[in-house]
């Protein structure tokens, strides 16, 4: 077995720890399931949680924004400040953002406050929103996204 085949083992011992009040959680092999006190992925490696280094919250739909930005702008607005300390930090959307801004199905309030609130929340909180489009792709980034923080965070290869 070469260095890279070996390397290749090491990284996959990551595993995804999943906030077991996540509605409709993300399916791993390599999913584990506990309380994290902000967001609702982060990774595990050897025992060990990252959730103050990488941790990921979850959108699976536009109504969850809307909400966020309306009638439960306090409660999510406490979470994101939770997550300031966070080294690496994202809201990853299972929509796109052209979704989000060309439609309205969610009461009176318009796309564009909740465009503004998406900006202000990445201004104030240093949270980038991640559209994308679809829970398929939105599986995959993250899985990436763990993957690459092991590699390089974790076991500090290149």
């Not at 584990?32 to 006190?37: C, D, E, N, S, V």
């Not at 809307?66 to 966070?86: F, N, Q």
């Not at 503004?116 to 899985?143: D, H, K, M, T």
Request: with cysteine.
């Amino acid at each position: 077995m070469n260095q890279k085949e070996k390397e290749e083992i090491e990284i996959n011992r990551f595993k995804i720890f999943t906030d077991n009040r996540e509605q409709l959680p993300f399916k791993f092999p390599n999913t584990i399931y506990g309380t994290l006190p902000c967001g609702d992925y982060t990774v595990e490696f050897e025992g060990k949680l990252y959730n103050n280094q990488i941790v990921i919250e979850r959108k699976g739909g536009i109504s969850e924004i809307y909400g966020a930005t309306g009638s439960g702008r306090d409660r999510w607005e406490r979470e994101l400040e939770k997550l300031k300390s966070v080294e690496i930090k994202m809201v990853l959307c299972e929509f796109s953002y052209m979704d989000l801004v060309n439609k309205q199905p969610f009461g009176k309030l318009p796309s564009s406050a909740v465009y503004s609130s998406i900006c202000s929340w990445q201004a104030q909180y240093n949270i980038p929103f991640i559209f994308c489009e679809n829970r398929v792709n939105a599986r995959g980034y993250l899985y990436k996204l763990f993957y690459e923080f092991t590699k390089h965070n974790i076991l500090n290869l290149k």
